[in-house]
């Protein structure tokens, strides 16, 4: 692997252990939405989170270039996006996670490794 394939791996893998982190922590609540007040779609509020953070970046200058939690907090969202549109169909293809999902990827130490992520419904266990 050329030095940006690795880097573009290692940061891939920093946004998917923040994704993992924050879904422990909070549960599924951008992609299943408890709808208390809301009746927006899952999408249609992962939208709306995301102009937020666009507004408040726009409003607050430099804050890009000092901030890096912006930047990820962005590209999970976007992840998070994707997600919900295949879930709602949007692309036509209704997923449905399989039993075990098998996920190659490179682990903080610069090595190859394969994650098997245990799906239990909508959380990984």
Not at 34 to 43: E, L, N, T
Not at 83 to 102: F, H, L, N, S, V
Request: with cysteine; aromatic share 4%.
């Amino acid at each position: 692997m050329t030095r940006t394939q690795l880097e573009i791996a290692m940061v891939c893998d920093e946004i998917k252990e923040l994704l993992l982190r924050k879904n422990a922590n909070y549960g599924d609540s951008a992609i299943s939405p408890s709808r208390i007040f809301s009746k927006a779609s899952a999408v249609e509020q992962i939208l709306v989170r995301i102009d937020d953070k666009l507004s408040r970046i726009s409003r607050g200058a430099g804050l890009l270039a000092t901030d890096e939690d912006v930047i990820d907090d962005l590209i999970g969202y976007l992840v998070l996006l994707k997600i919900a549109q295949k879930r709602e169909g949007w692309d036509g293809t209704d997923i449905e996670p399989p039993p075990t999902a098998c996920v190659a990827g490179m682990t903080g130490h610069g090595g190859d490794e394969l994650l098997r992520l245990h799906v239990a419904g909508d959380r990984f266990a």
